[in-house]
Structures are given as C-alpha cells and as structure tokens.
C-alpha cells in the first residue's frame, strides 16, 4: 500500500474542508437583515450551513485520526479486528478506520 500517497489525499481533502469551514464561519457571522422576512430566510440558510459545517468538522476529526495511524504506522489496519483493509475501500474511503465487515 502507498501510505504517503495517501497520507497527501488525506492533507488535501483536510486543507479544503478546513478552507471551506472557515467560509461557513464568516458567513455565519454577517449581520442578519433588519427585514424580518429576509431575516428568516437566512436563518434557515444559516441552519443549513451549521449542518453542513458540522459534518465536515466531523470529516476533519476522521482525518486527523487517519493522519494520527498514517503517523504511528497503524494506518491501513482496522481499528477494531486488526485486519487489513482493502485498497478498493481506502481509496473511497481514505479515512475509514474499520474493515468492511467491521463496518457493517
């Protein structure tokens, strides 16, 4: 297995995550409009992007946990049964700590 090709997907898809949750965060934090129509049209955006900001911050935890096996040389074993996992199943899921039947 190509641990330090990777470990470079892994660095990249944290920058961009990164990059984007900042994005959320700025915009989350723009006045709202003193119309209150338009006012509750951007909170349902601002609700919106919360979710989305949670679920990449959720996806930049994965990462530094994967980044964290890559560092300890444990990275491409499952977390739970100790098996390999699959190159096909690295390569969607370059983050995943379990196994295909661990997964289950």
Not at 15 to 34: S, T, Y
Not at 82 to 91: E, M, T
């Amino acid at each position: 297995m190509d641990t330090a090709a990777r470990k470079k997907t892994l660095q990249a898809r944290r920058i961009e995550l990164v990059g984007h949750l900042l994005d959320v965060e700025h915009a989350l934090d723009e006045q709202m409009p003193k119309d209150w129509e338009d006012r509750a049209s951007e909170r349902q955006g601002d609700e919106v992007l919360e979710s989305l900001g949670q679920a990449e911050l959720d996806e930049v935890r994965m990462i530094d946990a994967a980044l964290a096996r890559v560092a300890d040389g444990s990275y491409g074993s499952c977390v739970k049964c100790g098996a390999d996992i699959l190159p096909d199943r690295l390569d969607l899921l370059p983050a995943t700590p379990f196994c295909r039947n661990c997964a289950s």
